[in-house]
């Protein structure tokens, strides 16, 4: 039985939808359809609230600890500390309880707080007042008393409360202006549209007395879809439908610009609303670093059940003598004896488990957590990633990657906006093969002085002239640019035709800006929209005026837009405006072959190319074109396929007019910054929308692909000439071919001893890639992924959004899963973004979609260098030392208490007190790693920039690795052998003190745990490499710490315990020279092993990283060998 059915018939019988359909009728103004109308149904809808957080006052407490104690870790110490409660253990419970609880409070306040702050920004939000409309007055309410079907009034620069139908606005034409950066990354300014026949209702009295019903589909998170239409109830017989779409939806978070008031009516609210419903929780991402230290606590985890195990035996084996089982100071009690062998093995077992089990650090986790989201303050307090003009620097939305920009070996990257700046300046246009290059224009900035006209060829003459213009006015017609009416110039308001120089227009597309603005400077001016009739200015300073009688909108798939315009002498025209490959098969006349080698052309140039063509419309053309559109925009399903349908039937048969060029200038530094990814060792792939000629003219300005590669083609247009299966095998045998003859670099592609390939994939080759082969030849996907990786670059042109994230996915899942990097500016990146290991936004002109839902966003792609070379390389290595210390110290710490179990008869006897049990993790070797962690610097930041190859020594995760872990676990053991054994020999039958008396089991044991702490501690110190007064602090304060608190813990009878068997003992074993001398002497002997393995490696087997840090050093000792013979000879000579 499919479960999911189920679900979704209970959730919504739940929700008193229990004849639920696929659309949902609104009552406008909560008013009642007028008598003989349909049959008036009310239907329950949500509020307005909306609710992010993810507690409340009441769940919070058990809902945290369920979460909390889904971690393997803290379940496992709970299990610990239940056992220590339950059975007779040789350590008290505290001794498991104290850090478990620290660590679990510590969480709890943490995630406390940050849904603290979720609950306050959902307050702020809720009760934010909104105006509504009630019995013909505007009635003031908060956000969340908001119902489907109210009337609500927003003003200029307010965002809108929930997802409304625009009704009404102040503007003549009933149209608005309005921002959605914060929703699909667009900032700049979208038009939206009233109804027609409700754009008349303008005052709160007549919205009062309008009768209509909306019907429309049920909420669905696509920003860009809406179905729907409107029932309007007058004196007529029946209600007029009218068409709504998206272009007449309002979303929630929006907000209203350049237009003083609007009306609208709710039609999702609270959580149904678009925004809401966009609301994906990111899918968790794991660290390379996390899995590693989950694969390290298994084997630990199998070491401590092995030393419980081997304890368990030996003691049964050790008490089979009976003069052994029972001695005079261990007699077991009548219950113990009737017993069964096996429960008393048992419980020995978890006895042993229970005194072993500090094995594990459960510190580690928390101090990783700290470290996590300490560390992330250093990207966003990094001036160098700060930029002035956009006011904002790096940002954190999530601390738990920071260690993975220090592991990433494939980058990802969009083209436009990421590698470019996405500031359009128009360069040229073409009409019928005549190129005009007008003055600096760029992006609606007209420069001053830039008043003519430049002609690469002569100016048409007779007929042509009259193409000329006809391609001015399509440019002028065919857009969405708005203009806005008045802009303040020196305190004064001018109007456009006041100064043209002041004409500000307005457009969510930074194209069509700078061709409208390019047309301008060639003498054809957009002045306005009005009243449904557009209105240029010619150069003859004429006003020509065209009534706007359908926008056929642009989109992904058909890559064009085309309007149809009545002239003021009454014939009609349909403009369009794409790319070259939506344009070219849908003309029958013009001259295409001119244009198409210009279009080439400026594609090599690296810039962005559109074609523009139109034709004429009789009256009958047009009725039927009317009566496609309108079929197509009133039915409720299927309407998107439908309007497809009837663009396909109406945009064919054009004359091509010419084409355009625009340039998006490349970033400052994208081309330093991919070379030093390439140094690095990471393979950079550009995934973009855009044509293969103009991504490639950018791929090699980015030094992406360089003169010496040798581009190798996966396109359309070559599997047009052979199969796919053929093409894949040809380019496959030639990377290997070369691959074989010689060993090159999995990563680099850099050297100059073999050739450099490139690769260039196009969106709809990929999607033949990604199918099974259907002659059973094989899987192409493997094939294409081997080409890949004997790559240096690849460019995938053409792309759909959802192709980024396949092709990232694909790498992702390879046979060597190799960390991955996605970075873009826009919301079409955010698949590719979430998919990726890393995801990285560009806080771009495209809005914010992109960096919020991020784990990092940057102001420019320049800064990715640093966040990787310099931040990453840092974070890795101080996790990874932070990681293998832990538990290099955990085996110092627990191993010697094995050792001792094999002198004091398995009795699972202690060899540390119960305090130092508890505060060694806790207290007395915290700090100075965490510390370490945030602070470290092996190598100087300069350094890292300038030398990118330092990167490759820590790729793979190279300090993580089995080999490096197995030595750090065998150095603990060495050291614990060292501290147990050295301990037990130095002072075998021997007298400590000057009046003969020999140390006990305590004593012994507190001279263990000195020799550890000082011994792990002063490990750290040799490890590090970047002192500060902090450093000093830490470490030797620490130190200092454990000193004080055993004075104090033995030097005073505490009232509240119900023992006494540390005291005096500190003092006792201080005050006896062997005790110094064996201290310092085992302590010279566990840190030998470890300088004399570096001082070796570093001399014989040193890495790119290790000969830095020794020149530096000999740098440093020669320059203050050279100013301390300069002070000697000037004291000399004075």
Same mark, same amino acid.
């Given at each position: 039985m499919d479960f999911s059915v189920l679900r979704n018939l209970i959730r919504r019988y739940c929700a008193g939808e229990e004849n639920w359909v696929d659309s949902r009728t609104v009552y406008i103004g909560q008013r009642e359809? #007028?008598?003989? +109308?349909?049959?008036?149904? #009310?239907?329950?809808?949500?509020?307005?609230?909306?609710?992010?957080?993810?507690?409340?006052?009441? /769940?919070?407490? #058990?809902?945290?600890?369920?979460?909390?104690?889904?971690?393997?870790?803290?379940?496992?110490?709970?299990?610990?500390?239940?056992?220590?409660?339950?059975?007779?253990?040789?350590?008290? #419970?505290?001794?498991? =309880?104290?850090?478990?609880?620290?660590?679990?409070t510590v969480t709890a306040i943490k995630q406390g707080y940050e849904d603290w702050l979720r609950h306050k920004a959902d307050n702020a939000i809720n009760q934010c007042p909104v105006h509504i409309i009630q019995h013909g007055k505007v009635v003031r309410k908060q956000s969340h008393k908001l119902r489907v079907g109210d009337i609500v009034l927003v003003k200029e620069d307010e965002t809108f409360p929930c997802d409304l139908i625009l009704l009404s606005s102040s503007r003549e034409d009933g149209t608005c202006f309005v921002t959605t950066a914060s929703l699909d990354g667009e900032s700049s300014h979208k038009t939206y549209y009233a109804v027609q026949d409700t754009k008349a209702f303008n005052t709160e009295e007549e919205l009062d007395s309008l009768h209509a019903t909306i019907e429309c589909e049920q909420p669905q998170p696509d920003l860009y879809k809406f179905v729907g239409r409107i029932n309007i109830y007058q004196d007529r017989d029946g209600p007029i439908a009218r068409p709504l779409g998206s272009e007449n939806l309002l979303l929630r978070g929006a907000t209203l610009k350049n237009?003083?008031?609007?009306? +609208? &009516?709710?039609?999702?609210?609270?959580?149904?609303?678009?925004?809401?419903? /966009?609301?994906?929780?990111?899918?968790?991402?794991?660290?390379? &670093?996390?899995?590693?230290?989950?694969?390290?606590? &298994?084997?630990?985890?199998?070491?401590?059940?092995?030393?419980? !195990?081997?304890?368990?035996?030996?003691?049964?084996?050790?008490?089979a003598d009976p003069n052994r089982d029972e001695p005079w100071y261990n007699e077991k009690t009548e219950l113990e004896r009737q017993r069964h062998v096996l429960i008393r093995a048992f419980t020995d077992f978890l006895a042993f488990m229970v005194l072993f089990n500090y094995i594990i650090p459960v510190s580690m986790y928390v101090t990783v957590e700290m470290q996590k989201f300490l560390g992330s303050y250093f990207i966003t307090w990094d001036e160098e990633m700060y930029d002035e003009e956009l006011g904002e620097g790096a940002q954190v939305n999530t601390s738990d990657l920071n260690e993975e920009l220090g592991q990433v070996e494939y980058v990802f990257t969009d083209k436009t906006g990421t590698l470019t700046e996405n500031n359009m300046e128009f360069i040229e246009c073409c009409v019928d093969g005549h190129v005009y290059v007008p003055h600096a224009i760029c992006n609606g900035q007209i420069l001053p002085g830039a008043s003519g006209i430049d002609m690469i060829d002569s100016s048409p003459g007779g007929g042509g002239k009259e193409r000329e213009e006809l391609f001015f006015r399509a440019l002028c017609l065919c857009h969405t640019v708005q203009v806005k009416e008045e802009e303040t110039v020196d305190g004064i308001k001018r109007g456009i035709h006041q100064g043209k120089a002041t004409s500000f227009y307005i457009s969510s597309s930074p194209d069509e800006v700078a061709l409208v603005e390019g047309?301008?400077?060639?003498?054809?001016?957009?002045?306005?929209?009005?009243d449904s009739h557009m209105e240029i200015l010619n150069r003859e300073d004429e006003i020509e005026r065209f009534e706007l009688m359908e926008v056929l909108n642009f989109d992904s798939v058909r890559r064009r837009m085309s309007v149809i315009v009545r002239s003021s002498t009454g014939e009609y025209y349909l403009f369009c405006k794409g790319a070259d490959s939506s344009i070219f098969p849908r003309v029958v006349s013009g001259k295409v072959e001119q244009v198409r080698a210009r279009v080439e052309h400026n594609a090599v140039e690296g810039l962005r190319t559109l074609c523009v063509a139109y034709k004429r419309l009789t009256q009958a053309e047009y009725e039927d074109v009317c009566h496609q559109l309108s079929a197509a925009k009133l039915s409720l399903q299927d309407r998107d396929k439908r309007l497809a349908e009837a663009y396909d039937t109406i945009e064919k048969d054009f004359i091509l007019l010419g084409a355009t060029a625009v340039e998006d200038?490349?970033?400052?530094?994208?081309?330093?910054?991919?070379?030093?990814?390439?140094?690095?060792?990471?393979?950079?792939? &550009?995934l973009t929308g855009d044509k293969m000629e103009t991504a490639a003219a950018?791929?090699?300005?980015?030094?992406?692909?360089?003169?010496?590669?040798?581009?190798?083609?996966l396109t359309t247009k070559r599997t047009e000439e052979q199969s796919l299966h053929d093409v894949l095998f040809d380019l496959s045998r030639t990377v290997l071919r070369q691959h074989c003859t010689m060993t090159r670099?999995?990563?680099?592609?850099?050297?100059?001893?073999?050739?450099?390939?490139?690769?260039?994939?196009?969106g709809a080759t990929l999607s033949a890639v990604m199918k099974p082969a259907q002659d059973g030849s094989g899987n192409y996907k493997e094939i294409f992924l081997e080409i890949c990786r004997n790559c240096s670059a690849v460019l995938c042109c053409r792309m759909a959004p959802l192709q980024k994230a396949q092709i990232v996915k694909l790498i992702k899942s390879s046979k060597e899963h190799p960390i991955t990097l996605a970075i873009g500016d826009g919301a079409n990146d955010v698949s590719m973004i979430l998919e990726a290991h890393v995801g990285i936004g560009i806080m771009g002109k495209e809005g914010r979609q992109a960096a919020r839902n991020s784990d990092y966003?940057?102001?420019?792609?320049?800064?990715?260098?640093?966040?990787?070379?310099?931040? =990453?390389?840092?974070?890795y290595i101080r996790i990874a030392e932070l990681v293998q210390y832990f538990f290099y110290k955990n085996v110092c710490f627990i191993f010697p208490q094995f050792l001792y179990q094999f002198y004091c008869g398995f009795s699972q006897q202690p060899l540390y007190d119960t305090a130092y049990l508890t505060l060694y993790n806790i207290s007395f070797t915290s700090l100075p790693i965490l510390l370490y962690s945030l602070i470290e610097q092996h190598i100087n930041m300069d350094i890292l920039k300038k030398d990118p190859t330092l990167y490759r020594d820590i790729a793979k995760n190279s300090l993580l690795r089995w080999r490096i872990f197995i030595y750090w676990t065998f150095l603990g053991v060495f050291d614990a052998a060292v501290f147990f054994f050295?301990?037990?020999?130095?002072?075998? /039958?021997?007298?400590?003190?000057?009046?003969?008396? !020999?140390?006990?089991?305590w004593t012994f044991g507190t001279l263990v745990f000195t020799v550890l702490v000082f011994t792990v501690t002063l490990k750290l110190a040799l490890d590090t490499h970047y002192w500060t007064w902090i450093n000093h602090f830490v470490i030797w304060g620490s130190l200092l710490f454990y000193v004080i608190f055993s004075l104090l813990w033995g030097g005073i009878i505490w009232p509240f315990l119900n023992y006494q068997r540390m005291y005096y003992v500190f003092m006792q074993m201080l005050s006896s020279g062997p005790a110094w001398l064996g201290i310092i002497l085992l302590i010279t002997v566990s840190l030998l092993p470890d300088v004399v393995k570096k001082v070796l490696c570093r001399a014989l087997w040193p890495t790119t990283t290790e000969r830095i840090q020794t020149k530096r050093q000999c740098l440093t000792v020669e320059q203050s060998t050279i100013f301390m013979l300069s002070q000697t000879s000037s004291s000399i000579s004075f």
């Open positions: 359809p #007028p008598p003989g +109308a349909e049959a008036y149904i #009310p239907q329950r809808f949500p509020d307005n609230r909306i609710v992010s957080s993810k507690y409340t006052f009441w /769940n919070f407490v #058990p809902k945290n600890l369920f979460e909390q104690f889904r971690r393997i870790a803290n379940f496992y110490f709970l299990i610990i500390f239940l056992v220590q409660l339950i059975i007779d253990t040789p350590t008290s #419970p505290i001794t498991s =309880g104290l850090p478990l609880f620290f660590v679990i237009t003083e008031h609007i009306y +609208a &009516v709710a039609i999702y609210t609270g959580m149904e609303t678009k925004m809401a419903l /966009n609301y994906q929780s990111k899918s968790q991402k794991r660290s390379a &670093v996390e899995k590693s230290m989950n694969a390290f606590l &298994v084997v630990y985890l199998c070491i401590l059940i092995s030393k419980a !195990m081997i304890n368990t035996v030996l003691k049964y084996v050790w008490q047309m301008k400077r060639l003498g054809f001016t957009y002045l306005r929209l009005k200038r490349l970033q400052d530094k994208a081309a330093d910054t991919i070379e030093s990814l390439h140094k690095a060792g990471m393979k950079v792939w &550009v950018t791929c090699y300005a980015s030094k992406l692909f360089r003169r010496s590669t040798q581009i190798l083609e670099d999995t990563f680099s592609g850099l050297s100059n001893d073999f050739q450099d390939y490139g690769l260039i994939i196009d966003a940057i102001p420019k792609f320049k800064h990715l260098k640093k966040m990787l070379l310099v931040h =990453g390389h840092y974070y050295g301990a037990y020999f130095l002072f075998d /039958n021997t007298t400590f003190t000057s009046n003969g008396q !020999m140390f006990g089991n």
